[in-house]
């Protein structure tokens, strides 16, 4: 699909640019290349079949987000990401993390806006600055909204792993989509 948009575009442009002339023609031996290579993390891709979809969803916001932002890679996709952190716990993937800034780097704008309602606050102020405001001026309102929650974490152990697998995954990534069309 893109050498074909390619030879069109040096096809109907040749004339008035050399631009395509030079852009070079994708080889589909570099998609036989990342197929054929071995996949990393053999041990940790065991553990992951094991996990459900979402589950999965949450480890991977969480490798690459850090502790606690595998949530926001989860939501879009209605995924309950307490219900899969607590399977990443269980099948011993992640662990959890009490710390209340982590805690109240989860929730939204508007929730951390309406427990600040009565507060000097403004509209435009971005979420972190939210959050140190309310650890100085409000710091019941942030105990209150962290108070007995945690966030996960991968465990330290597989961190290496699970970054190999996902640059292996990302890696796959382009190759795949224009041998298939979705260039």
């Known amino acids: 699909m893109a050498n074909a948009f390619i030879e069109k575009m040096r096809r109907e442009l ?8 030079n852009t070079p ?3 589909y031996a570099a998609l036989d290349a990342v197929l054929c290579a071995e996949v990393p993390a053999h ?3 065991s553990r992951l079949a094991e996990a459900t979809v979402g589950a999965r969803q949450v480890f991977f916001g969480t490798l690459l987000g850090g502790a606690g932002q ?3 890679s989860a939501r879009p996709f209605g995924i309950n990401e307490e219900a899969a952190s607590a ?3 269980s099948l011993g993937l992640g662990v959890y993390v009490g710390d209340p800034l982590l805690v109240l ?4 704008k ?4 309406a427990a600040l309602d009565g507060f000097p606050t403004k509209q435009g102020w971005a979420k972190k600055f939210l959050i140190k405001f309310m650890m100085k ?3 019941i309102v942030a105990k209150q909204l962290s108070e007995g929650k945690r966030v996960v974490d991968i465990c330290p152990s597989l961190r290496d792993d699970g970054l190999r697998l996902a640059a292996w995954s990302n890696t796959l990534k382009d190759p795949l989509a224009i041998a298939i069309g979705f260039d």
């Not at 040749?14 to 002339?21: G, L, V």
């Not at 780097?105 to 939204?108: E, F, G």
Request: glycine share 4%; net charge negative; no cysteine.
């Open 14 to 21: 040749k004339d008035s640019t050399p631009a395509w002339t």
């Open 25 to 27: 023609l994708y080889s």
């Open 43 to 45: 041990a940790l891709r």
């Open 70 to 72: 595998g949530a926001w």
């Open 87 to 89: 399977e990443l716990v």
């Open 105 to 108: 780097m989860t929730l939204k």
């Open 110 to 113: 508007e929730e951390l806006l």
């Open 137 to 139: 001026e409000a710091p």
